[in-house]
C-alpha cells in the first residue's frame, strides 16, 4: 500500500501547469494577445528612436493640425506632437501596470497563502480583502488624491490595494482545492511534511490560476491608470498619458478628430492583448 502511495507522488507531474501556459501563448488567441501587448509595448519603448518630436515640445504655428506626414496623429491645442506623446504615454502606462500588479499579485498571494494556513488569519485577512473591495476603485482613487496628490504613485497605490484581495482570494481558494487532490493526501499519508507538500505539490498547481489573473489584473491596470488621468487624478500634467490626451481631446474633436484616436487604440488595444492572454491561459486550464 505505502509503495503504491509512494509511486503516486513520484509520479505525479509538478511543472506540467508551466508547460501548459507556455504552450497556450504560443498559438490562437494567446499568440494573438502576446503579438497586440508586446507590438505596443515595443513602441512605448522605442518612442525616442520613432518620435521626432519631444512629447512636451511646443512647436510654432502647429496647432490642432490633422494628421500628416510630418505629424502622424496630429497636433493638440498646446501645440504639442501627438504621436510622440501618445508613445511616451505608453511608456507611463505600461510602467504603472508593470509595477503595480506584480506588486499586489506578491502582497495578495502571501496573504492567501496565510489564510489558507492558519483559522485566526483566515478570518483576519477575509475582513480586510472584504474591507478592500467595499470601496469602488474610483472612490478609493479619489481618496487617496485628496490625501496624497494626483501623480503615478497615487495610480499604483490605488491598483496594489484592488488587486491584493482578488490575488489574496484567487490564491486561497486554489490551494484549498488543491490540497483535497489525491495526490496531496497521498504525500500526506506517507509523511511528507506541510510546507514540503505545500512547496513540492500545492504551489506549482495554482499557478495556472495565478496566471490567469495576472493577465486579467494587467488588462485592469491598464485601464486604471487611463481613467484616474482622464478624470485629472492620475499622471499629472504635461507629462503624456494616455488618459490625459483623450481627456483634452473632447474640446477639440470638431478641431482635429485624430487627437483622441491614438490614445483610444493603444488602451483599447493593451486591454483587449491581456484579456486574449487571459483566455487562453483560462482555456488551456479548463482543458487540463
Keep these: 500500500m505505502t509503495e503504491t502511495l509512494v509511486a503516486e507522488v513520484e509520479t505525479e507531474p509538478e511543472l506540467v501547469a508551466g508547460r501548459r501556459l507556455g504552450q497556450a ?8 494577445g502576446v503579438l497586440l501587448v508586446g507590438g505596443i509595448a515595443l513602441l512605448g519603448l522605442a518612442a525616442g528612436l520613432l518620435a521626432k518630436y519631444d512629447p512636451l515640445q511646443q512647436i510654432p504655428s502647429a496647432n490642432l493640425l490633422g494628421a500628416s506626414g510630418e505629424h502622424w496623429l496630429g497636433t493638440d491645442n498646446l501645440n504639442r506632437d501627438l504621436f510622440a506623446r501618445v508613445l511616451h504615454g505608453i511608456r507611463v502606462n505600461l510602467f504603472v501596470a508593470f509595477v503595480a500588479v506584480p506588486i499586489g499579485a506578491v502582497l495578495g498571494s502571501l496573504a492567501g497563502l496565510l489564510s489558507s494556513l492558519h483559522a485566526v488569519a483566515d478570518v483576519i485577512t477575509q475582513r480586510i480583502f472584504d474591507l478592500l473591495l467595499a470601496f469602488p476603485a474610483l472612490i478609493l482613487a479619489i481618496a487617496l488624491a485628496a490625501v ?6 497615487t495610480v499604483i497605490i490605488v491598483i496594489v490595494a484592488v488587486e491584493i484581495p482578488l490575488f489574496g482570494r484567487q490564491i486561497r481558494t486554489a490551494i484549498l482545492a488543491v490540497r483535497e487532490q489525491p495526490f496531496v493526501e497521498a504525500a ?9 507538500t505545500l512547496r513540492k505539490h500545492v504551489l506549482p498547481n495554482v499557478l495556472e490560476p495565478l496566471a490567469v489573473q495576472l493577465a486579467l489584473s494587467m488588462s485592469l491596470a491598464v485601464f486604471v491608470e487611463a481613467a484616474m488621468s482622464f478624470i485629472g487624478i ?3 500634467p504635461p507629462d503624456p498619458s494616455l488618459g490625459g490626451i483623450i481627456a483634452d481631446s473632447i474640446a477639440y474633436l470638431d478641431a482635429n478628430p485624430a487627437f483622441a484616436v491614438g490614445p483610444l487604440l493603444v488602451v483599447s488595444g493593451l486591454t ?6 487571459a483566455q487562453a491561459l483560462g482555456r488551456a486550464r479548463r482543458i487540463a
Design 25 to 32: 501563448l504560443r498559438r490562437g488567441q494567446g499568440l494573438a
Design 148 to 153: 496624497t496628490g494626483p501623480g503615478a504613485h
Design 188 to 196: 500526506e499519508v506517507i509523511g511528507a511534511g506541510s510546507w514540503w
Design 234 to 236: 492620475g499622471v499629472r
Design 272 to 277: 483587449l492583448g491581456f484579456l486574449l492572454i
